[in-house]
């Protein structure tokens, strides 16, 4: 018997219906050590010697592991193909080495990038051992991370109250963000004007060309900067005539994209699909272990977290096969195409991500698959036809137009693009993010010396934009671009900006929070060298030189501690001042805009003596007058207000964290909105009990404005009437989040559905299905998100909103959701892992609630018992109870006195044995 360990249980229960009863496959189910979140687990002062230890759930997958090989032939490692993957079967050969089971047992390490009964039985008949310098380059990269951020967070939490943690890569991805925003910020619009004449040829045909010189000279787009000069220009357009000076008809070719890497399959994903990174990388890890197809469970695509663009030769000539048998034999090259990487510090280690059979078409495929995974490989099999098709034949025409009047000359020109042959356009064609369609209509025929008519003239006023913000897609994007982290953490770095509250997505771009803004200010105020893109490149360009046998791992984390450490200790001493003094440096162009009028942006609209500047406070930083306590203006960070001088309150008595949206129109009370113990909420006027609501799930303080809040403080709000018994339906935020409710019936409303918009056939929905479900009417019974199958047990496992947040739960056992794992971006593996190491906890030892209603409703017993139980039970109270105790026995005849010592004996008795 052969043991053969993987990572996912999905791809275990694939793999054993290949291998047959010679082998046994089992999971790990990832990582089954990891270095415990405490300090000294990497210690730089012993030669950066790394504890590692074993959880629960790591624990019984080992022991699974060691009971399996007792008696085996041989141990075969075949974790995933990449560092990672490389990683977690070093751990699991340490650990056994650890226990002392392996013995003379031979191990071997195989890796296949395909989860199809060929990749997996060509894997096998070429074995290798673990790759060290891989291991070294995973060990370096898990130390720096856990030096940077068990040793720059706590700095954060002591010097920036509300900051909660920064990261190695996951700080550089924020300070792309946030520079973005002050590039944004900062930008100063210029005045442009354009001007198109219309015109006709003589046979009619019609065009539009542009003006892009005059007297000799040429004229760039922001050449023509006010409306007299525009003006201008069209008096003599609109006098001149006009002929064709030149024509020019250039072929052009465009050829096909390169087949998907992770990075650019999280980019057309996004763009495409609307798919968050994370997302789009569940739904890939699913297509790639394996779906059910005609009774037989098949990896549909290869290994989905690669960098290279290169596809098996074999593979290659399959998919040239299906361009001719589809599309015909003038969509396939003459020869097939080669591609590289041009992305920095890419390893090309890997296949592209294509289909493991090209020959599957999705409309073949779809019926077997969710919705999501349907189009995800559609994406992907398009993708990958189209990168070995024919380019398309393209010709570019170019008019120059002479505009003629009296002496002066004015030159104009028009262009054009047909397609001759689409080529690979017939199939796939990239999106972008920010660029327009660079294709344009085709110009009517025209000859040199043509006589053109005037049909109009134009001049169009216009203004530069600044650079739009990134979206989640241009973010991977720039990252990639630069060198920072690796196609793996990509989306786990976007997750983990948004699960700290530092970035907000906002119309699918992404928006820096203050908190976030914060961060990265006093990142670049005392440890500016870390957030440096080149810094964090050339660190990675290391770590890759690590995997390449060209460096030595230690000595990359002593080079990198020295400079760090020596940073960290200098921040000892940092006073608040210095810390203020250089957040308002940084964030002057954000917290203090300029207003336009010439006048001081940091003047105190409530004093107007008092100079504005940020302030700490246990809420976190907000701005506030310097005459304070005199002056009690604060406000929020960022200046919202009109002309930018942000809406603030000297009645507040100086707490930070309230914001004024306005004044409800129909009561004229202020509506507010504030930090509380418990969130941000709104707030209608002042007074003993005010009118609140809590923020739905996901909303930002920023994000509200007075329209918003008054539509929250108008909740309960009725959508519906209920179909049969006529009573209303109500939307509304609870304790718990948003819910509807009909009668004593309450549904939960989930994260795709707004409480403040939903309509009333989704509220009738949630309570038909709630109804219908019976059971506590309390709260809702949410149906969940289905994540598969547990290959073991084959329960249906689905990830749920609980009562006390987001679990996951195979009908038998729940468990609930760590705070680093979404209850989006949780895949099949994790929840498989969480369960597993739930039951293994066995059940929880807290008395249920019937068990306590039945010990408080039992009849009391004779005082005897009552003293002979007082003795047994261990001394767990209080000294609060003690003393009661004392009281109460102090009032009693002077004959209880006697008992004292007794008391004493008992109480020290019991500490004894607690201890």
């Known amino acids: 018997m052969k043991i053969l360990v993987v990572e996912s249980p999905a791809k275990a229960k694939t793999i054993n219906k290949y291998l047959g009863k010679d082998y046994e496959v089992l999971a790990s189910f990832g990582h089954i050590r990891d270095l415990p979140a405490k300090d000294g687990s990497v210690d730089p002062e012993n ?18 592991i060691a009971r399996a090989i007792k008696g085996a032939d041989k141990l075969i490692l075949a974790t995933d193909p990449d560092r990672e993957g490389e990683a977690i079967s070093w751990h699991v050969l340490e650990a056994l080495r650890e226990k002392r089971v392996l013995k003379d047992l031979p191990v071997e390490r195989v890796t296949f990038n395909a989860i199809t009964k060929d990749s997996v039985l060509t894997a096998l008949r070429n074995p290798r051992q673990i790759d060290q310098a891989l291991v070294d380059a995973y060990l370096a990269r898990r130390a720096l991370d856990y030096l940077v951020g068990f040793n720059l967070s706590p700095v954060l939490w002591r010097k920036l109250p509300g900051a909660r943690s920064a990261g190695r890569v996951q700080s550089v991805a924020l300070r792309l963000v946030c520079d973005r925003e002050l590039e944004i910020e900062t930008f100063k619009s210029q005045e442009y004007w354009s001007l198109v004449a219309t015109l006709a040829t003589k046979d009619g045909g019609v065009f539009d060309a542009r003006l892009v010189g005059a007297d000799g000279k040429k004229i760039t787009r922001l050449d023509i900067g006010k409306g007299e000069e525009a003006e201008a220009f069209k008096r003599d357009l609109e006098l001149a005539t006009f002929s064709v000076s030149n024509i020019e008809a250039k072929p052009a070719k465009r050829h096909p994209y390169p087949p998907f890497t992770t990075s650019t399959l999280q980019q057309e994903a996004s763009r495409k699909l609307g798919l968050a990174p994370a997302q789009a990388m569940r739904v890939a890890q699913r297509l790639y272990e394996g779906v059910e197809i005609g009774g037989e469970t098949v990896g549909l695509i290869t290994y989905m977290r690669t960098d290279g663009v290169d596809i098996d030769p074999p593979a290659v000539q399959d998919i040239r096969r299906v361009i001719g048998k589809e599309y015909g034999d003038n969509y396939v090259p003459g020869v097939p195409r080669k591609y590289t990487v041009k992305a920095k510090n890419a390893q090309e280690a890997h296949e592209a991500i294509r289909p493991t059979d090209i020959s599957r078409l999705p409309k073949q495929v779809a019926k077997y698959l969710e919705p999501e995974q349907a189009r ?56 972008k993010d920010d660029e327009a369609d660079e294709d344009e209509g085709r110009l009517p025929p025209m000859s040199k010396g043509d006589a053109l008519t005037r049909r109009r003239i134009v001049s169009t006023q216009h203004f530069t934009e600044p650079p739009p913000r990134f979206s989640e897609a241009s973010l991977v994007k720039r990252m990639e671009e630069l060198g920072i982290g690796r196609p793996s953490t990509y989306a786990a770095v976007l997750q983990v900006l948004r699960d700290r509250e530092y970035v907000r997505i906002d119309k699918k771009r992404l928006v820096p929070e203050d ?73 002057g162009p954000h917290i203090f805009p300029d207003k336009g009028d010439g006048s001081n942006p940091r003047t105190c609209p409530t004093c107007g003596t008092g100079q504005l500047s940020l302030k700490l406070g246990k809420f976190g930083a907000f701005i506030g007058c310097s005459n304070y306590p005199e002056c009690k203006f604060t406000r929020q960070l960022a200046a919202t207000g009109a002309n930018g001088e942000g809406e603030g309150t000297s009645e507040n ?227 609060t109870v003690a003393k009661k105790t004392a009281t109460k026995s102090a009032t009693k005849k002077p004959a209880a006195k006697k008992a004292a010592p007794k008391k004493v004996a008992v109480k020290k008795a019991a500490t004894k044995k607690a201890v």
Do not use: C
């Open 376 to 431: 995800l490989y559609e994406l992907i099999w398009t993708r990958t036809i189209a990168s070995q098709m024919e380019s398309a034949q393209l010709e570019r025409t170019t008019a120059d137009i002479l505009a003629e009047v009296g002496p002066r000359r004015l030159d104009l020109r028009a262009t054009g693009q047909v397609i001759k042959f689409d080529g690979f356009l017939t199939l796939y064609n990239e999106s």
């Open 47 to 64: 030669d950066f010697k790394m504890i590692w230890t074993l959880d629960d759930r790591g624990g019984k997958r080992l022991n699974d």
């Open 515 to 587: 908190k976030g803004r914060l961060v990265i200010a006093f990142l670049e105020s005392f440890f500016r060298r870390y957030v440096e893109y080149d810094f964090t490149a050339d660190l990675e360009e290391q770590l890759d030189r690590v995997s390449n046998h060209e460096v030595d791992w230690k000595q990359v984390l002593r080079d990198f501690w020295r400079d760090f450490s020596a940073a960290i200790g200098e921040t000892t001493d940092l006073r608040t001042t210095q810390v203020l003094d250089s957040l308002n440096e940084l964030l």
């Open 653 to 879: 008595g100086g707490q930070p964290g309230v914001r004024v949206l306005g004044d409800d129109p129909e009561s004229g009370q202020q509506v507010t909105i504030r930090d509380g113990r418990f969130g941000p909420f709104v707030q209608l006027g002042e007074g003993e009990k005010p009118k609140r609501s809590s923020l739905p799930k996901g909303r930002s303080p920023a994000s509200i404005d007075l329209e918003t809040a008054l539509k929250l403080l108008a909740l309960p709000r009725e959508v519906a009437k209920h179909p049969v018994s006529g009573e209303p339906i109500f939307a509304s935020i609870g304790r718990y989040g948003p819910y509807v409710q009909h009668g004593k019936t309450y549904a939960n409303i989930g994260n795709e559905d707004d409480v403040l918009e939903i309509g009333g056939n989704r509220a009738i929905d949630l309570i038909v299905a709630k109804e219908n479900g019976g059971g506590f009417r309390r709260g809702a019974a949410d149906p969940g998100r289905p994540l598969g199958e547990d290959p073991e047990s084959a329960k249906p496992i689905v990830v749920k909103a609980g009562r006390f947040g987001p679990y996951v739960t195979d009908g038998e056992t729940n468990a609930t959701l760590p705070k680093s794992i979404t209850a989006e971006a949780v895949t099949l593996d994790e929840a498989i892992a969480l369960l597993v190491a739930r039951r293994a906890a066995g059940p929880s030892k807290k008395p249920s609630r019937g068990r306590k209603i039945a010990a408080k409703k039992a009849p009391a017993k004779k005082a005897a018992a009552k003293k002979t139980a007082t003795k047994k039970a261990p001394v767990t109270a209080t000294k």
